[in-house]
């Protein structure tokens, strides 16, 4: 499996406002890579750029070691789905499903035949008829869905496709969004600012800010190894405790713990710690803590807790291990990992 | 101002709903001060146009008001005006959407409100103070005409003149234009900036975006501008009144020298036959509108 | 520069449509500007539209018939929409349609009516120009009032109002008017602007106003028929510049942007 897209030091400025600042990212076929970051980051105008709907300032973009840089958008191949209200509203379902193959000046009989085979995988066969403004939101972007793999697409493009969503359709979209694009092997490229959308369906996931590219990893590693400060609090919750580093060594809540990336100077750090990592031990005779809150979630419950410089710290626990917890109580707070991540930030 | 989507509306008004048994419990109250002033001041003079056509000066009924419309001058006279307002229509109204089109893409805002007051208060220009201004540029001595000569081009001796049909169709065009891009406008800011992305995606040239997806979408709007445009040249009296010196029969003059007296007495009911003539075209008119409304109504989100 | 390339197509369109938007207006003050025959320029034209006797008179009845207008728009407008909005909605259907008549109906034809049969309390007065000008304008300022209700949550203020006490005056002239004023002003400005301008019905319905006055005094002198044509076209100008002023003070920067 070669690699299919390759995007080379892109570059988009507006006026003096920088979009995006030296962009490369490569995908191999059939991978789906996520772009995630706030709005603004650039994620957007990335995607658009490949797409050809924008131009790079420079850069260069390859599409199976053929260069695409200079090709307009209509001639790229690559199937795109966008935020909402990107339907033709004057055509039928089917019509809007057939309609790049009708710009491709297929047979009438073979556009309705493979419009019919993608609404099937799309789970809409009985909509045929209708128009986009008689389909809920979610139906809307099924079709727009096959719309876009109709075209039989050598990238798929996918910008912010579930955003306007309700969370319970948001969530079975994206799972079946996953499933279409692993059995069709269809190279995608995901943008959203939703991380746990991100980090559910992605192969890989670039988190980008500011027009840069922080980082890109699997989502495993990018939440355990997240490489920059803005990654390490982008992705998931993350307590930043104020600490010193002497000796490959931080003190935090009063214990000693060796930190996982030893590239950084003697002096003021930042100790990351995840939630999850943080362990609250009602019965001890040591306290350095007072719960502030607890919140049930399920399986696990969220409590937080103020410690001895004032600020306050997440922990995230089972929540049969965390029942006995009031607001109020004395506990301490241990970490639970032997490595902590820090930062000179 | 979307004056095309009211249009819309009237296409889709279908049967009466169905009334309950108890009108008086069910009647809109509210609404009594509107009905009221709209059939006294709207529906008592149409509904007075439409009896008097059948009179004769004695009050008897009589259907030679209606025939004379089928004779000259009043048969020259109705299809000049429908002619004026036809090609009124068409004149002013592709320039209108190329201007809004090019607003529309050069995109500021203040450009878009500056275009908008300027508009607003054009399109209500008409009238003896828009036939002078034509006059102090396109006159035989006016300022245009005299710096096309000096150019070496006299409009004059090329056969031109503000007072003909195509002159008063150039004058016109000053307040149609205008409307054309008050009632378009909004047609276009409707267009998705995702459906241009999305068809050139899938494939499509800029034109087979217009072919496929634009033109279709704004077709309903177009044409009730479209409409609009024909209604406002076809019915325009004030400007046709200032430039023409009788060499043009247009209906709305006709009515209006009639409504002078200026007329022998035995035509007395025939302006009113002339204006009914002219309520039936208006609403004929607004036949194509309806069919390809009823086509656009199924896709159209109310 | 890059961009002005980037929209030559649509600079060169807007050029054109400029140049021909202001070739007559240029022209005509040029011409209104001559004094007399010669080639010398003065402002005599314009004195010259003030000594007429019937200039402030006409001006007079004009905006008498347009403050008329005004009120009863105000009056029978302001309601009706409020209604429609509130309760009302499946009227609505019924009001677009009708409120469109007025635009499709030539005007000649309903001034030949109107010289037949109008209610007798106005009939034969010269604010019967009034209440037909609330007929004509009224395809403009419903569609004014009404794209502006669509945008307020109407039923939420005014159930938010009544909760706390107001009585209905209280809350059409506290809530309901003052959310909406930018609206209102719309609509006026359309009952203003054609009340200043109409000719139809005044000329057919055989009443002195300005426009009539304007078209019967242009025959006497040209020049001062001009600078009368130009005078008018830059009083509606400044006319709408205010209004749009006003039109911007309440409501289109923070409300509007959510």
Known sequence: MGNSLKIEGLSRNFGSVIALDDFSLTIKKGELVSLLGPSGCGKTTALRIVAGLERASSGEITLNDKKITDVPAHKRNMGMVFQSYSLFPHLTIEENVAFGLQMRREPKEKRIGKAGELLELVGLTTQHKRFPHQLSGGQQQRVALARALAIQPEVLLLDEPLSALDAQVRQNLREEIRRLQVELNTTTLFVTHDQEEAMAISDRVGVMSHGKLEQIDTPDELYNRPATLFVASFIGAMNRIPTQLKDGEVEVLGEKHSVKNHNEKDGNVTALIRPESIELLHDSTYHNAVVVTRSFLGASSRITVRIGDGSILQSLMPSSDSMELHPGDLVQAVITDKKVLITNA | ?302 | MMNFRKNLDANIALAIAAIFLFLPLIAATEFSLRDGGTEKHSLISYRWILDQSGFSENLGITMRVMALAVILTLVLMVPTVTWLHLGGEKYKRLIDVLTMLPLIIPVVALATGAQLALPGFVHGTVYELSFLYVVVSMPYTYRALDIGMSARPLATLVAAARNLGASWINVMLRVIVPSILPSIFAALFMTITLSLGEFTLAQLLHWNTFPTWITNISQQNILGATALAVGSLFFAWVLLYIFTFLDRQPTQSAVNEE
């Not at chain 2, 001796?157 to 503000?162: A, E, P, W, Y």
């Not at chain 2, 309806?290 to 656009?296: E, G």
């Open chain 2, 1 to 302: 101002m979307t004056t095309t989507t009211v249009l819309q509306d009237v296409a889709k008004v279908g049967s009466p709903r169905k009334r309950g048994a108890n009108l008086w419990s069910t009647f809109p109250w509210p609404l009594l001060p509107f009905f009221l002033f709209l059939a006294l001041f709207f529906f008592l003079p149409i509904g007075a146009v439409f009896i008097n056509s059948f009179k004769n000066n004695d009050g008897a009924f009589t259907f030679e008001n209606i025939q004379a419309l089928f004779h000259d001058p009043y048969r020259m006279a109705f299809l000049n005006s429908i002619k004026l307002g036809f090609y009124s229509a068409l004149t002013a109204s592709i320039p209108g959407v190329l201007l809004a089109l090019a607003i529309e893409k050069k995109g500021g805002k203040n450009l878009k409100k500056f275009i908008a007051s300027v508009s607003g208060v054009l399109a209500n220009t008409g009238g003896v103070p828009l036939a002078f201004m034509f006059l102090a540029a396109f006159g035989p001595s006016g300022l245009a005409t005299n710096l096309f000569k000096s150019l070496g081009l006299d409009l004059y001796s090329l056969g031109f003149t503000l007072f003909s049909f195509n002159g008063l169709l150039i004058v016109y065009s000053y307040f149609q234009i205008p409307i054309m891009i008050i009632v378009f406008t909004p047609a276009l800011t409707a267009l998705r900036r995702e459906w241009r992305d999305a068809s050139s995606n899938l494939g499509s040239t800029p034109l087979g975006y217009w072919r496929h997806v634009g033109l279709p979408i704004l077709a309903p709007s177009f044409i009730a501008s479209f409409l609009l445009l024909f209604a406002s040249a076809f019915s325009a009296f004030g400007t046709a009144r200032a430039m023409t010196v009788g060499n043009i029969a247009l209906v709305p003059l006709q009515i209006g020298s009639l409504l002078d007296g200026n007329v022998t007495i035995d035509k007395a009911n025939l302006g009113y036959s002339l204006a009914l003539g002219m309520i039936v075209i208006s609403l004929l008119a607004m036949i194509p509108y309806i069919l390809l409304q009823k086509r656009a109504s199924r896709w159209q989100v109310r």
